[in-house]
Every structure is written in structure tokens, then in C-alpha cells.
């Protein structure tokens, strides 16, 4: 978005600011959730999506904005729900690391095995399971004390919702 006037700058510093203070009362909802908070908090992101501003691509913006109100407010119902996609992004990155060092893969099947490692290393990962220990866990190599990394998945998220 590139503005085309002061007024347009400052009606994105305006949304901007507006934005940013949303977000700090959705971070103070997921820590301390209130049924009132949730309502004036569904309100504000109205008063904000809805806004009609003298820039038509910013008002564009904050109708496609506002299109996603149910996920992008999911938090209110679910506050154990994550307000950012920075975990996604750390997932990613070291698999964009090595593409970019080696230049990508010679085969498909080259990129499907190095796709898969990468996927089951981050899940260990994010099990607290040594990766070294899995995969020799599987490859016959140790103990065979780690189960399966769905059922481990599955108990984890059964502990999880029994809240």
C-alpha cells in the first residue's frame, strides 16, 4: 500500500496505532478472559474494520480485514488459541535454510525424504524427544521405548483439553 498524501500516511499511522492497542487487549483477554471484555472487544474490531478513511485501498484492506473477523477473533473463544504465526514461521525456517544452501534437492524423491526428516525432526522437537534417539529408536537400532509419534500427539492433546 503505497499512500499518496499526508492525510493517507496519517490515516495509516491512525489504523496502525488503533491496531496495535487491539492487540495489546487481546493479549491481556488471553491472560485474564472476561465475557464483557469479549464483547467490547468483538465491538472494537468492528469500530476499527469498519472504518471508512479518504484512502480506497486502505478501505479495501480493512474490509478483507474485517471478512476474517471469526478467525482472526478466535481468541475470545478459545483463549488458549495463539494471537501470531511466529511458530510457524520458526518451523519453517531451517527447512528454507538448507534449500537455499544446497540449492534444493536433485529428485523429487530427494526432496520428499528430505521433507519428511525435517517434519519428523521438528516434531521431536516439539515433544522434547531427541531426534537421534527417535530415529534409532525406529531404525531397530535402540531400545523401541518411544511410541509412535501420533500416539504421543493424541495423548498429549487428550491431557491438553481436559481442562
Not at 52 to 72: G, R, W
Not at 84 to 105: C, F, L, P, Q
Request: hydrophobic share 30%; charged share 35%; net charge positive.
Amino acid at each position: 500500500m503505497q499512500p499518496l498524501n499526508k492525510t493517507h500516511r496519517e490515516e495509516i499511522a491512525q489504523f496502525r496505532d488503533s491496531i496495535w492497542d487491539l492487540y495489546a487487549q487481546l493479549k491481556q483477554y488471553r491472560r485474564q478472559p472476561d465475557s464483557q471484555q469479549r464483547e467490547r472487544l468483538r465491538q472494537r474490531f468492528d469500530e476499527i474494520f469498519t472504518r471508512k478513511t479518504s484512502y480506497a485501498m486502505l478501505d479495501k484492506t480493512l474490509k478483507q480485514i474485517h471478512n476474517n473477523k471469526e478467525k482472526l477473533l478466535r481468541v475470545l473463544d478459545r483463549p488458549d488459541t495463539l494471537l501470531h504465526t511466529n511458530e510457524s514461521e520458526t518451523d519453517i525456517r531451517d527447512y528454507v535454510k538448507k534449500r537455499k544452501v544446497s540449492d534444493g534437492t536433485r529428485s523429487d524423491q530427494g526432496r520428499q525424504c528430505r521433507d519428511t526428516l525435517a517434519s519428523l525432526k521438528k516434531t521431536c522437537r516439539k515433544l522434547d524427544i531427541s531426534f537421534w534417539d527417535y530415529l534409532t529408536d525406529r531404525l531397530g537400532i535402540g531400545n523401541k521405548t518411544i511410541p509412535p509419534l501420533p500416539d504421543i500427539i493424541a495423548q498429549r492433546a487428550a491431557v491438553a483439553t481436559d481442562y
